[in-house]
């Protein structure tokens, strides 16, 4: 018996890292995602005393001393019965709560922010909509949005099944191609948020990530007006050969910075990439290094993406990764 | 070299004249001599502009397609027969009509453009001069899906013509030799022109094409002397691009030509200004088309996509924009509005109004009041088999998501342009009723390359796909119209004789009765006919009806020899429902003369 | 003695199976750069393949995830715009099986690479070499007469034709020219 | 064939030592490889089906140690992303696809004629053709694998990934394929088990007296028949899609994206069912036999595994509550999803009052039913966690649900397996297992897996999805994965020594007598391991434990001819004897079937003319498989 205790505390031990843990579902910061943590636990505790007394009676069974064979049976066929309704209950009872548990969350506000989120084989492009057509602005990987107030998610597959889901907010929807899928929540307290595809979309499934900064109304209005403004001008000799080399060679042809001649849609929109934490979805911390590190041999980081090993000498990796880390 | 098929006639009164076995020799063109054994007074046809002094009987007037010449009338139309042919040796036409100037016939052939000058004065058309500016290949193959109208045009004692790679040139038309050669539009950022030159007071008015490359659509004011521009104005971008200021009507909030684009996309909002430029001398007001917007998915370009698929009023002088009519904001169907619009003066509702009629290519015909702006009618001039759902939700066509039999299809419902005849006040106007499967996909912007962001499948409802309609357009309603089997693509051209002259894309060039539309002559020549037939008196003083056959726009792109149909989106989709038509016998652009006998 | 033959012969046609399906998405940097080496005759038309792509036996023309990606770029590249689905728009078709600059694949990557006088764009410094050779052994796959085992299938898009894995199902029928005397 | 007796003669009339003699000439399975080949004894074809089944389960539990390597750490390189696709993809289809559904219905195979006390399966010629094509699948997969062609679109193979777009290659087709095979194999297995139970009972075994595991392989034959197809109808569209160019899952020429996830799910749920009922049966015969009386409360045992059959079929879409249905849609499943934990509620809970008022002997097998009691009630209460709506959208496609359905397929199914091995393994080889190892096995594997598994469900809460091949350091997922991974070891180590033990008791296991454990059921009542004839004398059964009930004299049928393979034919609800039905011979034409259908899928990947001209061998061989023997009609 003496090895089996050790193996359980230890488990538990690690269980209670699950509630600090950086994209853990017990750590919620919406509405929502508090809502399905206390079904959790409640779901939990009833499951777990369900669990514990099945083995105590389990263990009574096996170690009481018998009378051979007593004909008890009509005794137990009470009890039986008596364990019978029980579940029942219980189900029902479940059942019920998860059933208002759903009605809780699904929440339709006029005045929510409307984001479309299209999921490509393995980036999320972000595309903030408006009424009014010039406030339309298109980003990846990173959702800003203002705390307190319900963002409302328009989720549409481009080409796989992908999953959209940070456990802090929110549970998860998939992106389907053919459907329209939304998903609503409404964030409580300002921190950024890691979210991951969960719906296997194919080789870099695993880093498909996205993150999900909320901040104050003010803050959130200054990166608007951030995203919206075309791409800063690059400052000296080396950013400018960067631009013309992003401008002249096979970048241009897959992404678009707005304010240069390059205007590709089939991957990220790189006019403000330097103000998004993460490269490469969740990949690498954005800063020149990286950046430069990524452009020189994409598909060692991440391999079987879609971005192509475009040959660059030194210099003008240097002055490309230069260009890109200056657009803030 | 010049070529004329020996013709046996067989004399009977069968409308149908082509039963003629049309034998294509080289042979030096021996010409049925009785036709021109009488010199006659050489006609020139005015230019378009009025202030030239327009001889009364002798010209067609390009902005209405309409002719006061009356020599071939119902009665002896069915005697006409072909006195001439000249075959360019170019693959296709482009579409205009010959024009007559002094005792020469101007022709010019497709890309890469030669001019061709055929003298009248002897018995057989000799060719006494040809031009041919230098070509920039590259435009080959850009050469996709607008109506093409280069020219030539005659201004005062110039011809001018633009060309396919973006080139606008004048030729002297006394010393045959060329004056000026500019370029207005840049191939390199798929920028193309599709129409001749507009002559204003001062200016020679021309627009771009290339919406389906992208290019942003703009129109140009080039001095007549030298060729410099004048002004020149965009279809999208801020009011100061657009050439909109305090006087414009509808008023409205500062720039929307790029507030209502997201980001920079219109820099890559097309809305080309590919159609015949009209001209009012009276209001001195030049009135232009501009084409859809670019891509043809909505997706990408949410918002009204200001100042595209509308008609734009402008000063003929600056350029500066007086109203515009915007007929599809945000437009969720690429249809092709390069059509010619036309003026007519007439009372409307009891008082007498400057009428602008734009047939439009999404099947209405809009009539608007020149001087407003103000629409003041829109009928719709076609019926079809399946009516356009275009409101509802499931018909918008969005990014992956396939929307069926949308009409019309993507190259509207005008074929080519409309003829007016501006004493009965009836339009006559050559239609398509062909419709499409429309699909969005995700547009990539590539310079010069195609940006259209949608797959596109033209399907026909195999018994009609074409007609010729004939619209009162003061009473509003059709009077009569002709079926066709194929969606007819040339130009109309009405005569005082009561005859409305039309091409078929098998080929046939079409006479019908003005009044009642019944058909009374008809010609098979070897090409289909997208151009522009023209009438025109010749040196010996007598009528002759010409027209340049061969394939041109969008119908022209699908009868290229290379298309396999077996693709359903080859040729933007046209390619099953052009294949039925059948190769052409010789699909190099031919002029074809007529004349009575 | 028998088996032995018989078990090679399968191992054989099983690790040629495997060069097919293999996935290598790195080339290293010296090999990648010399597949730019294409050798061209002097009217641009055919001439001699880079001696890395033969090495490497061919990975553009027979390996179904190139293929497959070559697809993938014939779709974002815009070549759609302009040869539509194989079927030719302002552009030459591929299904025809005509070639204008001749079938080889050196003379496709050439016209990818540098463009050509009618209109065809150079895609050189848009796209890097191997993109290019990607895109060749796709183009050349549209209008195979009969279809390679690695060819790719249809899109998730609107249906255009046959795909490229089932090969051209009916041999180009000329339309009839029209008839001089037409039927009424 | 029946050379030197007289025809006709009906084992009536013969004494013991002759009749046996008779019977084992007349059932009698030739040596050398034409045996092999052509055998149609319903104990060789079991026997072969459990041990392929067997090494699928090794050949996948390597599989799973290579994942569990890969993640031990974060951005670990051991597998690229390719590789680690095509082995979790194999895992997952190897796991369900050759090892559990055939492993459970193998089982049936050797052991449902015995207890229902009959001489041959229905059908033998079909079980041998399911057995070769079932084997033909497995090799297919397993080359692919070699070959680097495995598919590695995930054992669901959700479009449009897998679909002709996105899948490039062969693969997918491979896994389309495969279905097709394993799908006929299990298909056929089905049949025979419905009718062999219905039709070949032994004589006075009514419907109230046939053993719980008899009844719960028939209810998951009847789940086998209903659920099947589905699969093979979007197999064979998925494959249609790929190489023939239609559009069923095309979402923009009308197909849609949702239709595969119906069909795959439809068979999806009644597939784990189809694994766990035959567990429940094993169960509740080890429960009986260790616990020394009847399992309590027969009928409501009965009912239960008809009604989670039943309610199988009624709750597939819980495993699509993210795809965006609509709510109150959704809602209807968390209901039915948490209701089907009543009948497997009813069970545990006979079981425990069976347990509660037997004499127990603390046995191998018991220990693994005690095993399977705490695992498999930790899986269901998971499986009625993620069972509703709000809940599961937090968890669904996490390492939440990857320690789920461990728990319930390993805890539920694949501990009462390796304790029904340890039960019928000296009737099935003749030797006993060791008692000692058996000890070991039970607490390496209990160990091993909850220390494997359960820090699984705080890997889901703590947001890792599912099937990534890597995840980044910043995640502090390490610690969890690496306690897993070193645990796997473990598991392993408890397999691994199961597989001695069964090898080691092969050779030098003692000797088995007749009924080792003193069970209640047919199956003992005969040699072990049992003659070809199964029976000298089939058996009349007069109660619901007949080796308890008449340990000595268990009363015999006779009347069927020896010179010829018969078996009886009994009604349906009664079990009175109706036929004597002629039992087919060995025949080499099932092999060959199998060899013709699986050149032609095989070939259909490549071309899909193959199926046209792939049919013309398949239909020689059938011609010749069903070409009249010239055995005289059945007498009544």
Known sequence: ?????????????????????????????????????????????????????????????????????????????RIVRAAVIATVVIITGLAIVSFYATRGLSSSDATALEIRV?????????????????????????????????????????????????????????????????????????????????????????????????????????????????????????????????????????????????????????????SRRYIASGLLETNRGSIAAWVADPQTLKPGNNMPRVALDASELNALSAYLAALQ | MLLAPRLRIRRGVSPNLDQVKHVGTLAPAVLLGLCLQSSAVLATSAGPNADEPKSPAMSVDPATRSSSLAQIDRHNVNQLEPVFTFRTGRLGAQGSAPLIRGDKLLVLSAFPHTLFAIGLARSNGTLSWQFSPTANRVADGLHCCDRTHLGPVAVGDRIYFSTLDGHVVAVDAEHDTPVWDV???????????????????????????????????????????????????????????????????????????????????????????????????????????????????????????????GVFARDARTGEARWFVGLHPHALFPWRNGSANLLLDHTWEGAPRALLVHPDADGRLYVIDRQTGKILAADSYISYPRVARRASAEQTPRTNVQVRDVCPAWPGALGGDAALDQTTGRLYLPVSRLCMDLEGRSANYLQGTAFIGANVRVTSSNESDGAVVAWDVISRRAVWSIRERFPVASDVLVTAGGLVFYGTLDGRLKAVDAQSGTPLWQFGTSAPITGQPTTFVGPDGRQYVAVVAGASGPYGLAQQAWIDRRDATAARGLARVIANVGRPRDPSGTLYVFGLP | MMRGVGTLVLSLFLVEGCARESRNFRLDPPIAASLDAVAPMPNRIGGAAPETDTVLGQPYLTNAYNLNQGKQLYTWFNCQGCHADGGGATGPAFLSGWWRYGPQAVSVFISIRDGRPEGMPAFGNRLTTEQIWQLTGYVRTIGAYSAQTAAPSRNDAMQSRPSENRAPATVATPSDEWPTAPSR | MSDSRQPGVSDAQLERPELESHLAATWRTPGGLWGVLSTVDHKIIGRRYIVTAFVFLALGGVLALLMRLQLAGSERRVLSADWYNQVFTMHGANMMFLFAVPVMEAMAIYLVPLMVGTRNIAFPRLNAFSYWLYLAGGIMLWTAFALNMAPDVGWFAYVPLSGPQFGA??????????????????????????????????????????????????????????????????????????????????????????????????????????????????????????????????????????????????????????????????????????????????????????????????????????????????????????????????????????????????????????????????????????????????????????????????????????????????????????????????????????????????????????????????????????????????????????????????????????????????????????????????????FFAALASTLMLIASIFTPWAMVWGSVPVLITLIGWFWPKGDPEDEG
């Not at chain 2, 997201?262 to 080309?272: D, F, I, K």
Request: aromatic share 12%; proline share 7%.
């Open chain 1, 118 to 274: 299209r999921g490509y084989q393995w980036w999320w492009e972000v595309t903030y909509l408006d009424a009014r057509a010039d406030q339309v602005f298109i980003t990846a990987n990173e959702i800003h949005v203002p705390v307190g107030r319900t963002v409302s998610l328009q989720l549409a597959a481009a080409d796989v099944i992908h999953s959209f889901w940070v456990p802090n907010l929110t549970g998860k929807q998939d992106l389907i191609p053919g459907r329209d899928n939304t998903l609503s929540f409404t964030p409580r307290e300002i921190g950024v948020y890691r979210g991951q595809c969960a719906e296997f979309c194919g080789l870099q499934h695993a880093h498909m990530a996205l993150l999900v900064v909320v901040e104050s109304a003010g803050a959130f209005e200054h990166w608007r007006q951030g995203q919206l403004a075309p791409a800063a001008t690059p400052r000296g000799g080396e950013q400018e050969t960067g631009k013309h080399l992003f401008e002249s060679k096979a970048c241009a042809s897959c992404h678009n910075i707005q304010g240069g001649t390059a205007s590709g849609t089939v991957g990220p929109d790189l006019t403000h990439v330097a």
């Open chain 4, 169 to 590: 290659g062969k693969r997918a087709d491979i896994w389309a394929q495969m279905i097709t095979f394993t799908e006929i194999a299990a298909l056929a297995v089905a049949i025979e088990i419905v009718v062999t139970v219905l039709k070949q009972r032994a004589p006075g075994m009514t419907l109230q007296r046939i053993p719980l595991f008899v009844w719960s392989m028939l209810v998951t034959a009847f789940l086998v028949i209903l659920a099947m197809p589905t699969i093979m109808i979007a197999s064979t569209c998925l494959i249609l899609d790929r190489l023939v160019g239609t559009h069923f899952f095309n979402p923009s020429e009308g197909g849609d994206v949702l239709l595969w996830q119906h069909l795959f799910w439809f068979f999806g749920h009644p597939e784990v069912y189809i694994i766990f009922l035959p567990a429940v049966g094993m169960v509740s015969s080890l429960v009986a036999t260790f616990a020394g009386r009847p399992v309590f409360g027969y009928l409501a045992m009965v009912l239960a595994l008809i009604s989670t059959g039943v309610l199988a079929f009624g709750l597939w879409v819980h495993h699509m509550f993210v795809v965006g249905l609509p709510r109150v849609g959704e809602s209807f499943f968390t209901i039915s999803s948490m209701s089907i934990a009543i009948p497997a509620g009813v069970q545990i809970f006979c079981w425990l009052a069976t347990l509660w008022d037997g004499r127990l002997r603390f046995r191998v097998p018991l220990l693994f039913v005690i095993a399977f009691i705490i695992t498999f009630v930790m899986g269901g209460l998971t499986g009625v966690m993620v069972a509703s709506v709000p809940l599961d959208t937090q968890v669904h496609d996490t390492y939440f649900v990857v320690a789920h359905f461990h728990y319930v397929l390993i805890g539920g199914a694949v501990f009462p397996l390796i304790g029904a091995i340890y039960y019928w393994f000296p009737k099935m080889s003749g030797r006993l297992m060791s008692e000692r190892i058996g000890r070991w096995v039970v607490g390496l594997l209990f160990v091993g897996f909850n220390l494997t598994f359960f820090p699984m469900h705080v890997l889901g809460l703590l947001g890792m999805p599912r099937r990534i091949y890597t995840y980044s350091p910043e995640m502090h997922w390490d610690a969890l994965n690496l306690f897993s991974s070193v645990s796997a070891t473990i598991l392993a180590a408890g397999f691994l020594l199961f597989f001695i033990d069964v090898i080691r008791s092969l050779r030098r296991g003692p000797q088995a007598p007749e009924n080792p454990w003193g069970a209640s059921t047919l199956e003992w009542a005969t040699t072990s391991p049992p003659p070809g004839y199964n029976f000298p004398r089939v058996p009349v059964v007069g109660s619901a434990q007949p080796l308890w009930d008449e340990p000595e004299s268990l009363a015999v049928a006779c009347g069927l001819r020896v010179d010829r393979r018969e078996l009886l034919i009994t009604s349906v609800v009664s079990a009175q004897p109706q036929a004597r039905e002629a039992s087919p011979r060995n025949s080499i034409w099932p």
């Open chain 2, 183 to 309: 370029a207005v539009a840049d191939p390199g950022q798929g920028e193309t022109l599709a129409s001749a030159p507009t002559a204003a007071a001062a200016e020679l008015i021309v627009g771009n094409a290339g919406d389906d490359y992208g290019a942003r659509g703009w129109i140009a004011a080039l001095d007549r002397a030298t060729g410099r521009t004048l002004w020149k104005h965009y279809s999208t971008g801020p009011d100061q691009d657009v050439g909109i200021s305090a006087d414009f009507k509808p008023a409205g909030p500062r720039d929307q030509g790029s507030h209502s684009w997201p980001g920079t996309a219109w820099q890559h909002g097309g809305g080309s200004v590919s159609g015949w430029i009209s001209y009012d001398p009276r209001l001195q007001l030049v009135f232009h088309d501009t084409g859809p917007p670019a891509p043809w998915n909505p997706d990408p370009r949410p918002g009204d996509n200001r100042w595209t698929s």
């Open chain 1, 1 to 77: 018996m003496a090895n089996r205790t050790l193996p359980l505390t230890l488990p538990i031990a690690l269980l209670c890292s699950g509630c600090t843990g950086w994209q853990s579902v017990l750590d919620p910061h919406a509405i929502q995602a508090s809502r399905l943590e206390q079904l959790i636990w409640l779901f939990v505790a009833v499951c777990g005393v369900v669990w514990v007394t099945v083995t105590v009676v389990l263990v009574m069974a096996l170690l009481r001393r018998k009378t051979p064979y007593s004909h008890t049976d009509t005794r137990m066929t």
